[in-house]
């Protein structure tokens, strides 16, 4: 499982950027899968198929893209000037250690700023006063990048302890990873659900790719994978330790049937779980794939729990991710349709 979160982590692709990386991440789906597609948008549609008539379809998704930067012009000093692709927290950048993709060639580079004796006291930096210094002289530089070019964060630190795992875009390509794992748990096995993996484009920019595959899937039930709040020195509240395996949302976004049934299942097998309170959108694709067709997809959503989101240094715990994959295999393994999902014979 720490190869193929460190292998999903390194790869580079922003929201809008995927196909950088998307055709590595239907490979990876491939020898698992029935059928693997890259549909218009950019994401990945994998399937394993039951080989029965008229079958469900259980879709479980996660998003691909990662936050970062996009160049937004060259000075004549040599430096590129940057904006935010989704939500990227500007107090991490400054001396934050960038990859700048360009039509060429990947450049190494750094963020700068002023000196902080050169601030005004109390004064934080914002993004409009850093630049990326690439090292290059402006003549160079022009023939190299251009406007528009993505930037991506550089670090992916390893291991830290016996337990944990830090690194960039962990959000969400450690969900991506428990999806490819739940594909290679359920070869072989009887299923009564033909199994719709995705790993969809540009949820940080506004959940674009559960919408669209979802939409085109028209699953009979869905489960989305995300990360959600670790607990750290500055931040206990409405956060999950790591290391207290999936949490599994509750609230309006979610099917109250299917997250009792998967809190059911997770008790029956052991599998350690947190349950999450949501009182509203979760800001996750879970949102957009509820609605994504007429008469509404049952969706749940289960959560890695992971400290310092949206930083080049996200931190897990890889028993968590294994957490996840135990449940939702589990889950698929029990799959047999969505009566039990049915608000009429709840009513009955």
Partial sequence: MRDLIKKLSDMRGIS????????????????????????????VIAVKYCGKENAPKLMIE????EIGLIVTSITDDGYLTFAAVGGVDQRI????????HTKKKDL?????????????????????????DTG??????????SVGDS???AQSVGALGKKQWSGKTLDDRASVAAIISVMEHIQGMELNADVYAVAAVQEEVGCRGGKTTAGGIRPDAAIAIDVTHGITPDNSDNAFEVG?????????????????????LAKKRGIKYTIEACGGETGTDAWEIQSSKGGGVPTALLSIPLKYMHTSVETLAVSDVKAVVKLITAYISEFTGTESLSFEEVNA
């Fill in 62 to 65: 996660a998003h691909c893209d």
């Fill in 244 to 264: 207290s395996g999936a949490a599994i949302a509750v609230g309006p976004n979610i099917h109250p049937l299917l997250s009792k049934e998967l809190i059911e």
């Fill in 16 to 43: 809008g950027f995927e196909y950088r990386h998307n055709k590595q991440i239907a490979d990876l789906f491939m020898p698992y899968s029935d059928e693997v597609r890259i549909d218009n948008l950019g994401s």
């Fill in 108 to 132: 190494n580079a750094v963020i700068g700023i002023l000196p902080s004796r050169c601030l005004e006291a109390g004064k934080t930096v914002d993004m409009a006063h850093m630049v990326i």
């Fill in 151 to 153: 930037v991506t964060f």
């Fill in 93 to 100: 950048l400054p001396s934050l250690e960038v990859v700048v």
């Fill in 136 to 145: 290059l002289p402006a003549e160079a530089l022009k023939k190299l990048v």
